[in-house]
């Protein structure tokens, strides 16, 4: 089927027609599932209708908790109820395309064999939907280790069963896996495939077709999986958010300037080692007053300002108060209410225009490690809203406190959230549908 992309009145970048199943394929504890859930998660987000299939699910429903020797293909049995359930996920994944207008299904399983991607293929291209197979391939031991550690012997494959037992165990799959296993190679240079070897260190593109294909790609490229956190915090309070006007370019208050003084040392019991952490603002002066005493702090902080980071634009409604713009603009206003998300104001933006813009930021994020964003209420809500996975209706009406910072650390299937609260006074930014009442 061709696909068609193009650029809708500035509603973002617009998908029509495509359809993609993203092939896993890799021994397990690659990390597969994890890519699988990430892509999804960053997917929608940038609303595309996304979804991950998982087999090995499909295959608890009737095997719980198997052994290794389940996975051995000389075992009948076993071969025929792991081939029904990647048959099951498949056609529920085609249902989905067909009765929910998917765009991006994710097939998360091994698909070790050359056989397996070729049936997947032909499923796929018999429904006029295209596939790009993605390999996930690793031979560090120390990092199969720590994976099976991490999460494979708390897998519901092994509840309630004692972690060094599931972990050899889980190796003795690894290993009849391994006896089938055939990587991506010459026979298969007519799929569109993306390799990641060592977690990245090395890609292999071939054959990538279109535009949703290429950002995915671009998207994966940048995973990694050392540790790290995100930092994120609104601005110290403005003189704007006194008098409860939005927008602007106001400086910050006097309770905001205390909040800049104390932003180091809540920065620092919050880190709780010695990490260098780089700091990001946008171009307002509010963000930059606020990290001036962070940035000129001994840990010697990089800063960066990006200008994708400015609050979101209200446009003719920029440095109005909500009463004054629910006088002025009552259908607006009434518009905003109904559909915050897609609510563009009239010269200026939406939440859904903030997120296109904000794409580059999520991939720098991805690709870095350790940084402490200073931005504003809207911004803070859709970097949130990615992280944390919140949807498009509920991202624009979440509370984001004054002076407070969040500390967000992406574990292996979520993300953790710590909020360090700097116990100074501020008033409330924050807005209940239908309400016009000032800040305070
Ligand atoms: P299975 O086939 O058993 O479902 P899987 O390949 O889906 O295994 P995951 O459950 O996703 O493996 O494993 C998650 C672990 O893999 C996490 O600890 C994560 O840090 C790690 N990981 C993430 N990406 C990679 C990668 N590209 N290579 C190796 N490990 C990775
Ligand atoms: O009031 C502070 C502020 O950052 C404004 O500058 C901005 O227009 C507003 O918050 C965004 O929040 P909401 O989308 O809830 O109006």
């Not at 995100?230 to 958010?241: D, Y």
């Not at 002076?403 to 909020?419: D, M």
């Amino acid at each position: 089927m061709a696909t068609l992309y193009r650029k809708t009145n500035g509603q973002g970048v617009q998908v029509e027609d495509t359809r993609v199943v993203v092939v896993m394929v890799g021994l397990p504890a690659r990390g597969k599932s994890l890519i699988a859930q990430k892509v999804v998660r960053y997917l929608r987000w940038l609303s595309i209708k996304a979804k991950a299939f998982n087999v090995g699910s499909y295959r608890r429903q009737d095997t719980p908790q198997p052994t290794a020797d389940f996975f051995d293909t000389s075992n009948k049995d076993g071969e025929r109820m792991r081939h029904a359930a990647a048959e099951a996920a498949v056609k529920d994944m085609l249902k989905w395309f067909k009765t929910d207008g998917g765009a991006v299904a994710i097939l998360d399983a091994t698909n070790s064999t050359k056989a397996r991607r070729r049936w997947v293929r032909e499923r796929c291209a018999d429904n006029g939907i295209e596939t790009l197979y993605v390999e996930s391939k690793c031979d560090s031991e120390e990092t199969i280790m720590a994976n099976i550690m991490e999460v494979k012997t708390t897998s519901p494959d092994y509840e309630g069963q004692d972690p060094e037992a599931a972990a050899l165990d889980f190796l003795n799959r690894i290993r009849n896996y391994e006896k089938v296993y055939e990587t991506i190679d010459e026979d298969e240079k007519d799929l569109t495939y993306v390799k990641l070897i060592d977690v990245g260190k090395q890609v292999i593109i071939n054959q990538i077709q279109d535009y949703l294909q290429s950002r995915v790609v671009y998207y994966l490229m940048n995973l990694h999986i050392r540790p790290r956190s995100i930092w994120l915090s609104r601005h110290g309070e403005s003189e704007f958010n006194l008098s409860g006007k939005i927008g602007g370019d106001a400086n910050i208050s006097e309770r905001g300037q205390l909040y800049a003084r104390a932003l180091p040392d809540l920065v620092a019991s919050s880190v709780g080692d010695d990490r260098r952490l780089t700091i990001w603002t946008s171009t307002l002066k509010r963000t930059i007053q606020t990290a001036r005493f962070l940035a000129a702090s001994p840990k010697g902080y990089d800063k960066l300002e990006w200008k994708a980071l400015d609050e979101l634009d209200s446009g003719v409604c920029d440095g109005l108060t909500y009463q004054e713009i629910a006088d002025q603009y009552p259908e607006d206003f009434k518009a905003r209410d109904d559909d915050k998300y897609n609510y563009r104001y009239r010269g200026g933006e939406s939440y859904r225009d903030v997120v296109i813009r904000l794409e580059p930021i999520i991939m720098e994020l991805e690709r870095s490690e350790n940084i402490i964003i200073v931005t504003h209420q809207a911004v803070l809500r859709c970097i949130y809203a990615y992280y944390m996975n919140v949807p498009q209706e509920q991202s624009p009406w979440m509370e984001v406190p004054l002076h407070t910072l969040i500390k967000l650390t992406p574990r292996a299937y979520s993300t953790e959230e710590q909020r360090f609260d700097a116990n100074i006074p501020a008033v409330s930014t924050f807005r209940s549908k239908g309400s016009t009442a000032k800040h305070q």
